[in-house]
């Protein structure tokens, strides 16, 4: 199964900046899946770009897909203080009739500093 | 409200002793699956359920059973707990496969084996 890695693994910035986090997966994908999740709660399912997109919007977020490079971005802009959380991409993938699960990286921790 | 709820949110066995975690999903989704997070390895699927009676193994279903008699109920069995199974679970339900669809994840449970 594909596997997502996020870069980079941590990252700190001051509120009201701009906060970039990358990931990078191996084998062709059905659909791409950011998720949110505050220190040891449930995950938080935020946007899925499927892989006939480019890039979607969903508030504050911004996601882009690149096939050709097998790799995706989530930009969040104007961040704040609650959007300190570890943020994962997911990929998923469909093999006609497989129940491909959706494969989680490892996580970027994003610390947003007041 | 809709959700997915899981009890017990902690708990604390010993080797060996059985024990089951409940999840249940008021949504009326068909998909129904089990993750368990580790520091340092993301989360990875251990059982999927695709439908009531239809369940199948992820990435690492050893030494966990499930069970699906109703569409609502997923519950996770640990026949015989080892403290290598100490980790954080999740249960998530969607309209449809994990790799094809958003994924409603539970709060967790953390779980030590002693």
């Known amino acids: 199964s594909q596997q997502g890695e996020e870069d980079p693994q941590a990252l700190s910035i001051q509120e009201g900046e701009n906060a970039t986090m990358n990931c990078s997966y191996k084998t062709s994908i059905n659909n791409l899946q950011w998720y949110r999740q505050n220190s040891g709660r449930g995950l938080v399912h935020l946007i899925l770009i499927r892989s006939n997109e480019r890039e979607k919007h969903s508030g504050r977020l911004r996601v882009t897909l690149d096939t050709s490079k097998k790799s995706s971005s989530l930009l969040i802009t104007a961040s704040r203080a609650a959007d300190t959380a570890s943020y994962f991409c997911?990929?998923?993938?469909?093999?006609?009739?497989?129940?491909?699960?959706?494969?989680f990286g490892k996580g970027t921790h994003l610390i947003i500093q007041p | 409200e809709a959700q997915v709820t899981q009890n017990p949110r902690y708990l604390i066995t010993v080797t060996g002793k059985k024990l089951t975690v409940t999840c249940s999903q008021n949504m009326n989704h068909e998909y129904m699956s089990w993750y368990r997070q580790d520091p340092g390895l993301g989360l990875r699927q251990i059982y999927y359920?695709?439908?009531?009676?239809?369940?199948d193994k992820g990435d690492v279903p050893e030494g966990y059973k499930v069970s699906r008699k109703e569409k609502r109920n997923f519950p996770l069995i640990l026949e015989s707990p080892s403290p290598n199974q100490t980790s954080l679970y999740f249960c998530?339900?969607?309209?449809?496969?994990?790799?094809?669809?958003?994924?409603?994840f539970g709060p967790g449970t953390r779980l030590l084996v002693l």
């Open positions: 998530a339900s969607s309209t449809g496969l994990a790799g094809v669809e958003t994924q409603y």
């Open positions: 997911a990929t998923g993938g469909y093999s006609g009739g497989g129940a491909d699960g959706l494969t």
């Open positions: 359920s695709m439908n009531v009676e239809v369940t």
